[in-house]
């Protein structure tokens, strides 16, 4: 999947760009080690992390660990059924 992305990289002219697409590439690839459906996943983390903010913005990191691949309390859809 890293390479595929290759051709798309060619559009990313600032560092900043570059940054947002390497958190991404992280965020799906620890989804799939961790045996999640990435699109629930990441549509949760969307949901999620904006209610971690403080009226300044910031996100409170405490909050963060029930977000986590790992984490016991990620809703069920999230998870993947193992094949057998």
């Known amino acids: 999947p890293f390479t595929i992305g290759r051709k798309n990289w060619e559009f990313m002219n600032t ?3 570059a940054e947002a697409s390497a958190l991404i590439y992280s965020v799906v690839e620890t989804a799939r ?3 999640l459906n990435v699109y629930y996943y990441v549509e949760h983390l969307l949901t999620e992390l904006p209610k971690l903010r403080d009226e300044k913005g910031n996100i409170d990191t405490a909050g963060m660990d029930q977000l986590l691949p790992w ?3 990620l809703p069920e ?3 993947k059924p193992r094949r057998k």
């Open 33 to 35: 080690a961790n045996h």
């Open 15 to 17: 560092i900043k760009g």
């Open 77 to 79: 859809r999230c998870r």
């Open 71 to 73: 984490s016991e309390s």
